[in-house]
């Protein structure tokens, strides 16, 4: 099969939420030697009350309560509007309440609603926002992703790239290289 043969095959590919199951045969990775799924099941197994930020299409979220059970309460935000109805209904046999909700706003929840507050990957990380949702005692879990992350992959496709050892927070600053 011929490249622009592949790209049109690719490109033919749905992209809503986090399902690479097209990839497989086609490319491999190596997961860290903990699982960020496994760890977030503990967490949810001892909590009453959960949001999952920035869920994806909630096919993570939804794994962990498939195989844990949900608490009392279950909650999560997307704000890809195709990943919302996709973590919707995903998420619907938990009695999940799934609110489509940018990633710099305003969490439209109750202060204090609950006791664990997880984000497997998330593009920003509005803490003050995390704090009022979060219980007394609540506790947040994530798998941040650096700015080595995919390292390997980024240099291959774009040829070496400077690498900062700091993560950019909400407003943007560190400034990418060569830019402030």
């Known amino acids: 099969m011929g490249f622009d043969e592949l790209v049109a095959e ?3 590919e749905p992209t809503a939420g986090w399902d690479f199951s097209w990839f497989e045969g086609r490319a491999t990775e190596q997961r860290p030697s903990w699982g960020y ?23 993570v979220f939804g794994e962990v309560l498939d195989r844990v059970g ?9 704000s890809w509007a195709p990943n919302v109805a996709r973590a919707r209904n995903r998420l619907r ?5 799934v609110a489509e909700v ?4 305003v969490l439209p929840f109750p202060s204090a609603r609950f006791d664990l507050v997880a ?16 219980r007394s005692g609540g506790s947040y879990f994530s798998q941040q992703v650096g700015s080595g992350s995919n390292r390997e992959l980024t240099d291959f496709m774009l040829g070496p790239q ?10 943007g600053w560190p400034p990418p290289a060569g830019e402030g």
């Open 37 to 59: 799924a496994n760890q977030l099941g503990h967490r949810v197994a001892r909590s009453t009350a959960v949001l999952d930020v920035q869920t994806g299409g909630g096919e």
């Open 93 to 97: 046999p938990f009695g999940a309440e």
């Open 119 to 134: 984000s497997r990957h998330p593009t920003v990380v509005i803490w003050d926002e995390i704090a009022q949702v979060l």
């Open 10 to 12: 690719g490109q033919a």
């Open 70 to 78: 949900p608490p009392a309460v279950v909650a999560a935000t997307e």
């Open 162 to 171: 400077p690498v900062s050892g700091r993560r950019p927070d909400s407003s």
């Open 102 to 105: 940018a990633d710099e706003a």
